[in-house]
């Protein structure tokens, strides 16, 4: 059993199969998942999802990318869906220096905004960090983000990085990249962190794992994750969606 605990079934890419997507993810024991509302039009997506199917559950929130965009109106809005039932996170949000649409001083104020918003309705807040460890560190402690914790999604950082996350409240949740030849991080924080400060995801539709890397992701290749764990913990793979499950269950209060 698994909990792919980050997934955008409300993208674009799965308009044309989106209930085979959904069935082949439960086809593969991939029993509960948590999409991700990122802006309007994806967060009305994501909760017409929790509408219509009991496993599936939303998180709410404004990425960084799009940070310019986020009025006042829209916080309000993602404050007052999350006193529904099925929404169990505020996010993603966090910061994204790779892209520059929206300015560095815009990204990180909408970011505080969610972080005092999540404090306030006493939901975690999941992490979207791209080239900004540094201040995505810095602001969450600044704003005792360790009330109410959150998750670092697709984690590719350092174990050190990880140990400071986890020091916060703050889960590790791996995706695809554990599984690349290539990712020595991601792979040396599968194996030295205990599994019990670990989540599974997918990010889909992006970074699928191995063997689909480059194709467009789905719920149904999360254990293929668990799988590369299990390896590299010299465990079961029955044991990692154990495990993890109980982890993503507990830390989102999922019935």
């Given at each position: ?7 955008h079934l409300n993208a674009d890419q799965y308009d044309e199969d989106l209930q085979e997507v959904i069935d082949r ?40 990318v799009d940070a310019i965009d986020c009025t006042p109106e829209d916080l309000q809005w993602i404050e007052e869906l ?114 019990e400060h670990l989540m599974i995801e997918t990010d889909a539709p992006y970074l699928a794992p191995h063997p689909y ?43």
């Open positions: 059993m698994f909990i792919d605990t980050h997934v993810a439960l086809e593969n024991n991939v029993t509960k998942m948590i999409v991700i509302g990122f802006d309007r039009k994806t967060i009305e997506r994501a909760m017409d999802l929790t509408e219509k199917y009991d496993f599936i559950y939303a998180v709410v929130g404004w990425h960084p999350a006193a529904h039932p099925k929404v169990v996170g505020i996010g993603e949000t966090g910061l994204d220096y790779h892209w520059d649409k929206s300015p560095k001083e815009v990204q990180q104020e909408v970011f505080r905004k969610q972080i005092q918003l999540a404090k306030k309705v006493q939901l975690p807040i999941i992490i979207h960090n791209r080239e900004a460890t540094e201040d995505v560190l810095r602001i969450l402690k600044e704003e005792k983000a360790e009330e109410v914790g959150g998750v670092m999604h697709c984690f590719s950082g350092s174990v050190e990085t990880a140990r400071e996350s986890i020091d916060m409240n703050f889960m590790i949740s791996l995706g695809g990249p554990v599984t690349f030849k290539n990712a020595k991080k991601p792979k040396e924080v599968a194996e030295l962190i205990p599994i890397r480059g194709k467009r992701n789905e719920p149904s290749y999360v254990p293929l994750v668990a799988e590369e764990i299990a390896r590299l913990k010299g465990l079961t793979i029955e044991e990692v969606g154990e495990k993890t499950t109980k982890n993503a269950e507990q830390f989102f209060k999922l019935k």
